[in-house]
């Protein structure tokens, strides 16, 4: 006579799993309970870090990094596809779907990565774990984040999650673009209940709120000339050189914000000059009759692109009073070859109190036996992402993802592993109560 068959539905799952493992018993549909840890394998997540970090993947080359993704989450039986999001520059969407009649969940991370800082001593795309520490191209912004939502969501399949609802895994593109690949996404129709942005704030961080972003270009024209003719040109370096000294003095109007006290920044970051529109930098003999200023401007709720530029205006048009020699033009929003910001975050604020935080600040707190904090952070506060774009299309989201290195110009080129795997488990619980 055989063992006796349980009834009670815990007792029942664990007995089967014994006869049939675990993951072929997620495929007959019988559920786990509700509070079923979903386990995450470490070395399965520094696989994938590691495959993701050996591929460069600069704003608008985010493609090959893209099919990694299509092509790998495909063979572990997600639903994908590769979203052209501009001709040849593709986003990777995968699902994971449930039985249906419950609720959904995207799990949002960019795969483009910030321009590598000098001086590098080593590779970036030879990565590596060392101690607690994962080295590699992107890995801090964001990739490490990306990782560890795919890893959560695979496990989570594994383990039979979800079970009614569907979990969108958006690996977007051009996020540095001010979230081209995030407002293309939602523009095509992709909307969920709700939406974790797995940028890297720290896995015991939850934040709710941040600047608005913007980006422009301040052309300024001048007459060229050759040097034996100085005098006849108007150089347009040196007008673009007042312009920097008074965009570093310009005082934006703008309601101040107590949490975010900085607000609002102007930086510029950028600055090119030479002949004609092209800048043709050849021939250092001849007046520069162009140039232009690349700006970020970081600003509060109730600012707008519309009265930020109209007190530039105010600005330059108050130069050109005084120098008559002085003409410019503002590009905004920015040509897309510039690869700079295209899209507008516009500030992004929800209550720490509100639901759909509440909830993940719940699994957080379960999974790593202390409370996060939730609200605002400083400095993270004065960056921007998409959660902007999310919001604005009526999705309930929140920030919540593994930390890169403390400041310095290697930042964005280290994570914690400690924390991609803690993130890694609150995805996956939130994943697992869908």
């Known amino acids: 006579m055989g063992p006796m068959k349980p009834t009670n539905p815990i007792e ?8 049939v493992g675990a993951s072929a018993l997620a495929l007959t549909g019988i559920p786990r309970p509700a509070d079923a840890a979903v386990e995450i394998d470490r070395g399965e997540l520094l696989d994938v870090a590691t495959a993701l970090c050996r591929i460069p993947s600069f704003t608008t080359e985010e493609s090959d990094c893209a099919r990694f993704l299509h092509g790998h989450v495909q063979k572990l039986g997600f639903d994908s596809e590769l979203q052209e999001v501009d001709p040849g520059r593709f986003q990777c969407i995968a699902r994971i779907r449930g039985a249906g009649g419950g609720e959904s969940l995207m799990l949002n991370g960019h795969i483009d990565m910030d321009p590598l800082p000098s001086g590098l001593t080593r590779d970036p795309f030879q990565p590596a774990a060392e101690g607690n520490m994962f080295f590699g191209g992107g890995i801090g912004n964001m990739k490490a984040g990306v990782a560890s939502m795919v890893v959560a969501a695979t496990a989570a399949k594994r383990a039979g999650f979800p079970r009614r609802g569907e979990v969108v895994l958006a690996c977007v593109v051009g996020e540095l673009q001010g979230g081209a690949g995030t407002a293309h996404l939602l523009r095509s129709g992709v909307k969920t209940d709700m939406a974790i942005v797995t940028e890297p704030h720290g896995a015991a961080n939850i934040l709710t709120k941040h600047a608005g972003v913007m980006q422009l270009a301040i052309h300024v024209l001048g007459r060229t000339a050759h040097i034996s003719r100085k005098d006849q040109g108007v ?5 673009a050189a007042k312009v920097v ?16 006290p900085g607000l609002p920044i102007l930086n510029v970051g950028s600055i090119i000059g030479g002949r004609g529109r092209a800048v043709e930098l050849r021939g250092p003999n001849i007046v520069p009759d162009f140039a232009t200023i690349y700006a970020d401007i970081r600003f509060t709720e109730g600012m707008t692109p519309t009265s930020i530029i109209a007190d530039l205006r105010r600005t330059l048009d108050g130069l050109a ?4 020699d002085f003409k410019y033009e503002i590009e905004f929003p920015m040509n897309p070859e510039r690869r700079c910001l295209r899209e507008v975050m516009m500030p992004f604020s929800v209550s720490p109190e509100s639901p759909f935080v509440r909830r993940v600040a719940k699994h957080v707190t379960a999974v790593r036996g202390t409370a996060p904090s939730v ?15 999310l919001m604005a299309a009526g999705i309930p989201c929140c920030l919540y993802g593994p930390a890169g290195a403390p400041d310095g110009p290697e930042r964005y080129l280290w994570a914690s592993i400690d924390e991609m795997m803690t993130c890694a488990r609150v995805y996956a619980s939130v994943i697992a109560e869908l």
């Open 375 to 389: 609200g605002v952070s400083l400095p993270s506060g004065y960056s921007g992402n998409d959660t902007s774009h």
């Open 321 to 324: 009073r005084d120098d008559h």
């Open 12 to 19: 029942r799952r664990a007995f089967l799993e014994g006869l």
């Open 245 to 260: 000294q008074t965009l570093e003095a310009l005082k934006l109007e703008g309601k101040p914000d107590p949490e975010l």
């Open 235 to 239: 150089n347009a370096v040196l007008k």
